[in-house]
């Protein structure tokens, strides 16, 4: 989950988060081009996603952060904790950088997960000012990455006196009147920890820290002066809890309630009150813990962790650990919440307290879930399925509890905890001999408090050279220096070693070794030593005393322990000496006690016992035996709990058995304090009175009546008595006797012969709780009103009768017979006898084994027998080529099993088999051959292909490639076939694409899911086997390889002109992998929906059903996918044919020149192309000449004109549409003056050969067969020569360029390639010129 990479730059940063992105990262890494991405913020502040893909599917999501980590201040050398939870799915990879350095360090830096709440951890131990940054937390899965920021500051602790000097002035002022007052004291000693904020608010003190200091004094003083009074030093809970909060190593000494960022796992200060008081250690006080409890805790894990049960319904589940140390108690979750023993759940450990175990009583389908078991900061977990009963109880019954119990894996804890023992107690007896080697005898004052010492202190004992020890050296001055010098600092996260001085009265002895105090030359220890907020190193300044060695006397080896003793019954205190020959002495509530009725004291060498013979409540209390000055005690509990008597419930117990229609009673006594609260179960659920149910309470006894009692209410009765000292049920059985039911049917027909009818039924659904005796048969004949009576048979559902008449039908009447009664009857359906009926054909032989001299088969009988049983079979054989069936066994020889050996063979031939059933009408027919196969030995499995390799991918396929495996004699033979399978990444099940061998070296599979990731392995065949799979390396991703976006009509215009009115249709070809996204703009902007867009795998179509002029424009297609994206462009001008210019003015400002002036058209101004020609008609030539053409303005000057001659002039628009009708000119010029000679010339009338547009030839109608051509044509005249337009249900095909039009000298013709339904409609040709307008149509069928 967690990764730590190297600082190595930008580039060495990069994260590959699936395969797809891997692959197309390395395809950007090469082309140079970079995914697109989308950077958004999150919901919670501060938070950046950066998201990979435009559309993420359905249920997946972007990684996010639901609680991003905090900034941390914090000394130097402490521990610094960030803390994130973080969501997305796919789950992502978390991980951690710092902005001035690295993560590297695994010692300072360390990542971790809890489970349980869903944190994501960096902890950082012994921080410094080196440390002090920015860190970044990164979250990222396939579909995004999610970043957030949070700051580590670092503080040094001050060290000028003058700080000092202004929180002792501070602390003088804050000081209250509240601290003199007793009561307040009083208060503060009795209050509970979250109390005393409370108390200080209300009696005005404000110095919380300062209040907790000396409250922890004024407790140790109370706890001495008690001790001298009784002799007995206590523990000091609140001094030991808040040493170890100092030994945990936090920044401040908070209360131990204070919450650390989320809080979300144990608190330190709830833990280490677990572990001092959990701590399975030998009975030693509490004193002598002189290690913190989360060490304790540290050592402590699972050598056997817990299992996963799967437990059926109503069944007991039981959870076992081992642990690595002796605890009396650990915490059991289930389901996030902590468990407490009761009535569902037990919570038990052995007596040497490594195995611990929890059951979970008859078990429910709401008891699935995880179930963890705790142990500090360990744990383990595991899951209990509670699966469905197989076999539900009948009706609406509920099934009973099961006895059973279901457990995990099967391991044998007791033998590992005995191990794990054995092994504590030899690594303490070697670190206890370290120990006195390094030391000696002369420096350890009492060797017996060594031997009680754990484990782990023994372990520190040693590595620290007994500073911490009981030890003690000639110069206690000296020793205080070598402390001093080795650089021992309490600020660093390191253990407390200080001492209670409580613990040091108790163990300096004087010599007589009696008495509990120290001596009067013993220098007092100051009570400050074990503030935990207190960190002063202190020198001796008394005279020191010569310690001396001491014998350390009797000691107790195994103390006393609490005991819950029931009232009547029997209690024992039992502890173990040092010494066989030491007395003691019992006490009870400090008063001495004896031998007596009561009590019975024993002694059995070093072992002393108190027995109390039959408890009552005065003997509840504290017990302390002493012996030699020591001292144990432990507390008896006197309980009442409710108990049964013993002969009532003896009887209880006993299965209760009624008839039907009776009353049952089930009555009780039972004893223990009052109030008892009494309750009755059936099958689980709790009953209250009514009509047939009645339940008697009373203080000593409860009754229950069920009256007139039915089958139904056959099932299990429980008791249950609770009061506030336990609880406790009894189970009972009721059966209620009734008569059986019908038998089931329909009969069964077995046989079906012409002298017998033999069939069998099903036994009664109940059979009214006593078996079934006997059965009473009835049989009638089928057309007749009378029943026969055949008598009872035996209890067995089965009847053959021998009594029938060839062909005739019967019906019969069967009841059962019990101890209770007769059942209704039953009756079957028509049985017919004597008829033949043959049976159906077998299913075909299935070779079992093949051999040179042997060939082993068997088959599956047939359906259907034809109402009588199967005589035998007879078995046929072939050769292949052959027609001829031969009969491998002798008529008069049936085979009776469903298998038979054929060993008329011959070696190399190769056989097929048939079989036939007979039964009592005869033979039927035969089965279908079976496969062919050759009388040879067994084949050897084919060897493993070779050079397995993927050639194609694509969405929804992918083809392999194999080489055959080699021809090996003896070891592998040849393959004849090949399987192929396939898996998804998240499945482990292998799914075969071919069902029959392939032969083929090659395989396409087909039905691929788009995107996804397949396993793909192959497998060849022979006759001998199958050989081991050859399976891919690496598995294959669903996707063809990346293609960046190509476009591949290379032909395609970059301008479009089209009339208005007319279709815009752009189809553009590309190349593309994976699918791209295709978007079309029009002028950089998004198109209408009035535009149709038509997209394919390889092609995208533009559609503008009827164009407009305000549809001109550059319209642009992007085609965009992970590999990059490619755009293409084309300017598309809808126009018209243009209108004519305005009136033509004529001027001479040059002589010889003209210069022709008009307006311009109405179309300028929309058509930025449309520009003009002019045109002059000499009066001496008959033809138009063009002397001006492609004028944008309004003005053309007309050269070499002619004195004397007229002049005509046109001006023309035009466009890329077309040309206007022309403006015509006044006349200019004038006649030259006839002098002398004058002819008079007849006047010739000029022939006008202009003429409107009309067909010659007109269009006929096509019928065409679809996907060939079709060709149409017409032919048409006119001057001037007409514009020609095609049209297909009123819509310009001549911008089409599926349809292909020309006009060769009056001849128009159409050709359409490839004919289509789409192509079916009314076809017309418009020609249209100034003078006139012509229009033909005609009409296109297509038939398939």
């Given amino acids: 989950m967690w990764k730590r990479g190297k600082n190595t730059g930008t580039t060495g940063n990069k994260l590959c988060f699936s395969l797809v992105h891997q692959y197309i990262q390395r395809f950007n890494e ?50 610094a904790v960030f803390r994130a939870v973080v969501t997305g799915d796919p789950t992502p990879d978390v991980s951690w950088r710092r902005a001035k350095g690295n993560l590297s360090d695994k010692e300072k830096f360390q990542t971790k997960y809890d489970e349980s709440t869903g944190e994501h951890i960096l902890e950082i131990h012994k921080v410094s000012a080196a440390e002090t940054d920015t860190y970044k937390c990164l979250a990222a899965n396939e579909y995004g990455k999610a970043i957030c920021t949070t700051t580590l500051t670092v503080t040094e602790a001050s060290t000028n006196p003058a700080d000092f000097r202004k929180l002792l002035k501070k602390s003088k002022i804050d000081r209250a009147d509240g601290e003199t007052d007793e009561r307040f004291w009083d208060a503060m000693l009795k209050a509970d920890r979250e109390d005393y904020e409370r108390i200080c608010s209300e009696f005005g003190v404000k110095d919380l820290h300062l209040i907790l200091k000396k409250l922890d004094e004024k407790k140790k003083e109370r706890a001495q002066n008690k001790s001298k009074q009784d002799g007995v030093i206590p523990y000091d809970e609140n001094g030991a809890e808040k040493h170890d909060l100092k030994s945990v190593g936090r920044t401040k000494n908070v209360p131990i309630n204070g919450l650390m960022q989320k809080d979300t796992g144990l608190c330190k200060g709830d833990i280490q009150e677990v572990n001092l008081r959990n701590t399975g250690l030998p009975q030693v006080d509490p004193e002598k813990f002189m290690l913190p409890a989360e060490i304790k805790f540290s050592k402590v894990d699972f050598v056997i962790k817990i299992q996963e049960i799967k437990a059926e319904e109503r069944e007991d589940a039981l959870f076992e650990c081992v642990l690595t140390h002796p605890l009396p108690k650990i915490t059991w979750m289930g389901k996030g919440n902590i468990l407490e023993d009761g009535e569902k759940y037990s919570l038990t450990m052995s007596e040497h307290k490594l195995i611990h175990r929890l059951l979970i009583k008859d078990c429910q389908p709401l008891d699935k879930g995880i179930y963890s078991a705790v142990v500090g900061n360990t744990s383990c977990n595991a899951w209990l399925v509670v699966e469905a009963d197989s076999d539900p109880a009948p009706g609406d019954a509920k099934k009973a509890r099961k006895t059973t119990v279901a457990r995990g894996a099967q391991i044998d804890v007791e033998k590992v905890a005995k191990e794990q023992q054995i092994k504590i107690q030899g690594e303490m007896e ?10 000696g005898a002369g420096h350890i004052t009492d060797e017996l408090i060594l031997e009680e010492m754990t484990l782990e202190e023994l372990t520190l004992m040693l590595a620290t050279g007994g500073k911490h020890s009981k030890v003690t050296g000639p110069d206690p001055n000296q020793l205080a220096s070598e402390n001093e010098s080795s650089g021992y600092d309490e600020d660093e996260d390191s253990v407390d070693l200080v001492k209670h001085p409580t613990s040091s009265k108790q163990e300096l002895k004087p010599k007589d070794g009696l008495d509990g105090t120290c001596p009067k030359d013993y220098i007092k220890c100051d009570d400050s030593g074990t503030d935990s907020s207190t960190h002063t190193k202190r020198k001796r300044h008394a005279p020191l005393i010569e310690d001396l060695v001491v014998d350390p006397g009797v000691h107790f080896i195994c103390g006393l322990t609490d005991v819950n003793a029931i009232i009547n019954e029997t209690a024992e205190l039992t502890c173990k000496l040092s010494s066989e020959d030491c007395e003691g002495a019992w006490f009870r509530d400090g008063k001495q006690i004896s031998s007596d009725d009561n009590f019975s004291i024993t002694k059995d060498g070093p072992i002393h016992k108190l027995v109390i013979i039959k408890c009552e409540e005065e003997h509840s209390g504290k017990y302390r035996f002493e012996a030699d000055g020591r001292k144990t005690e432990a507390m008896i509990n006197v309980k009442d709990p409710p108990r049964f008597d013993l002969e009532d419930l003896s009887a209880f117990c006993e299965p209760m058995t009624v008839k039907a229609g009776h009353n049952a009673i089930f009555k009780l006594h039972f004893l223990g304090h009052k109030p008892i609260k009494i309750q009755w179960y059936r099958e689980g ?195 292949k080529g052959s027609n001829l069936w031969t009969v491998v066994n002798a008529n008069d020889e049936l085979i009776k099993e469903k298998k038979y050996a054929v060993k008329d063979v011959v070696a190399g031939i190769e056989y097929e088999f048939r079989v036939t059933a007979i039964n009592l009408s005869g033979a039927g027919e035969f089965s279908n051959p079976s496969e062919f196969v050759f009388a040879r030995d067994p084949k050897k499995p084919p060897g493993k292909v070779t050079g397995l390799k993927v050639t194609e991918t694509s969405y929804t396929h992918l083809v392999l490639t194999w080489t055959k495996p080699e021809d090996k004699p003896g070891i592998q033979d040849e393959a004849r076939g090949y399987f192929v399978e396939i898996r998804q990444a998240d499945c482990i099940e292998w799914s075969r694409c071919n069902s029959t061998p392939i032969i083929m070296t090659s395989f396409s599979v087909k039905g691929l899911k788009s995107m996804d990731m397949y396993w793909v392995r192959v497998i060849a065949i022979n006759d001998g086997g199958e050989s081991e799979p050859e399976e891919l390396p690496n598995y294959v991703l669903a996707m063809p390889s990346p293609v960046r976006p190509k476009f591949t009509n290379t032909k395609m215009k970059s301008f479009l002109v089209v009339r208005a009115g007319n279709s815009v249709r752009i189809t553009v070809n590309f190349e593309a992998s994976p699918r791209p996204i295709i978007m079309w703009l029009k002028d950089n902007v998004p198109v209408t929906k009035r535009v149709t867009i038509s997209n394919s795998d390889g092609s995208s179509q533009l559609l503008i059903p009827s164009s407009e002029r305000y549809d001109s424009g550059i319209y642009s297609i992007l085609v965009k996918n992970l590999a990059g994206q490619e755009t293409l462009s084309t300017e598309v001008r809808v126009t018209d044919d243009p209108k004519p210019p305005g009136p033509v003015e004529l001027e001479e400002n040059v002589p010889g020149t003209v210069t022709v002036i008009w307006e311009p058209s109405p179309d300028e101004k929309r058509d930025d192309r449309l520009h003009y020609t002019v045109s002059k008609l000499d009066s001496t030539k008959r033809t138009w000449v063009t002397v001006a053409d492609r004028l944008f303005n309004n003005k053309c000057t007309v050269c070499n004109i002619m004195h004397g001659r007229e002049y005509h002039f046109r001006v023309y628009a035009k466009n890329d549409m077309g040309i206007s009708a022309p403006s015509e000119s006044p006349i200019w010029g004038t006649e030259k003056k006839k002098e002398k000679f004058a002819v008079s010339i007849p006047t010739i009338k000029d022939c006008d050969l202009r003429c409107a547009p009309s067909f010659i030839v007109p269009l006929k109608l096509h019928t065409a067969p679809k996907g060939y051509e079709c060709y149409m044509s017409c032919a048409v005249k006119g001057n001037p020569k007409p514009r020609i337009t095609w049209y297909r249900n009123h819509i310009s095909l001549n911008t089409n360029i599926n349809y292909y039009t020309s006009n060769t000298c009056g001849v128009c013709t159409m050709l359409i390639l490839c004919v289509g339904p789409k192509d079916m409609g009314e076809y017309t040709v418009i020609a249209e010129n100034s003078l006139g307008r012509a229009e033909c149509a005609t009409i296109l069928s297509v038939r398939e």
């Avoid at 913020?41 to 950046?48: D, E, I, L, Y």
């Fill in 685 to 879: 659920e709790e009953l209250q009175d009514d009509n047939n149910i009645r339940i008697e309470k009373s203080a000593s006894h409860s009754r229950l009546l069920l009256s007139r009692c039915q089958r139904k209410d056959t099932g299990e009765f429980k008791i249950k008595l609770k009061n506030e000292h336990g609880f406790t049920e009894a189970v009972s059985q009721l059966i209620v006797l009734d008569k059986p039911t019908p038998p089931q049917g329909p009969a069964e027909v077995i046989e079906s012969s012409a002298t017998c009818i033999e069939f069998r039924w099903r036994p009664p659904k109940d059979d009214g709780g006593s078996p079934v005796i006997n059965y009473l048969m009835e049989r009638q004949q089928v057309g007749r009103n009378t029943w026969k009576k055949i008598g009872e048979i035996t209890g067995v559902p089965n009847f053959r009768d021998a009594e029938v008449d060839r062909g005739r039908k019967y019906c019969y009447r069967i009841r059962a017979v019990t101890a209770e009664g007769i059942s209704e009857v039953m009756e079957t359906d028509d049985m017919q006898a004597g008829t033949l009926a043959f049976p159906a054909p077998p299913a075909p032989p299935k070779v079992v084994s093949a051999f040179d001299d042997c060939i082993n088969l068997s088959w599956a009988p047939p359906s259907n027998t034809g109402g009588s049983r199967i005589l035998g079979y007879i078995l046929e054989k072939r050769k």
């Fill in 30 to 79: 090469v082309s140079g081009n970079k995914t697109a991405a989308i950077r958004r913020r999150s919901k919670t502040s501060g938070v950046m996603i950066t998201q990979y893909l435009v559309n993420i599917p359905e249920g997946k999501s972007t990684p996010d952060f639901q609680c991003k980590p905090m900034p941390v201040t914090t000394e130097k050398g402490k521990l």
């Fill in 430 to 439: 070697k670190i206890l001999a370290a120990v006195k080697a390094k030391h």
